[in-house]
């Protein structure tokens, strides 16, 4: 949906901050989302799995790091960015909109103190249908 119906879920435990974002983006209450998505415990496979399987998605990872940049899309994506918590050494993830050129606008902070991220993003997570990946493949 839009953002303006968007459903905000709001981070049960201080570490599933990324599976709040996946609640979130996904439209489905955070008990649904698989405990591999918690900071704690994290495990992407069991992540992928649960998208594969209950969504047909899979969550592609692109890292910022010298010069990294995402190219001008014409219309807004959803996806989940994470970068350095305010509270602490540690990495925190909200829920943002690509915004052509000028990166990412911050729409949710799963987190009640709504400080977003400390800086720039050291990743964003975006979702991506399973027949996209198969296509691809089958190309090669």
Aim: proline share 5%.
């Amino acid at each position: 949906g839009s953002r303006e119906h968007m459903h905000f879920v709001t981070q049960s435990t201080d570490t599933n901050c990324f599976a709040a974002c996946l609640a979130s983006i996904l439209e489905v209450p955070i008990e649904s989302v698989p405990k591999g998505a918690d900071g704690a415990r994290w495990n992407l496979l069991e992540v992928q799995e649960w998208l594969n399987t209950e969504f047909d998605l899979q969550a592609l990872e692109i890292t910022f790091g010298s010069g990294g940049t995402i190219y001008q899309m014409a219309y807004p994506i959803k996806c989940i960015v994470t970068g350095k918590s305010h509270r602490g050494d540690k990495q925190h993830a909200v829920v943002a909109e690509t915004c052509g050129l000028d990166g990412f606008n911050l729409i949710h902070d799963p987190h009640p103190s709504g400080l977003f991220i400390d800086g720039d993003p050291l990743f964003a997570t975006f979702f991506v249908p399973c027949d996209v990946l198969v296509t691809m493949r089958d190309s090669e």
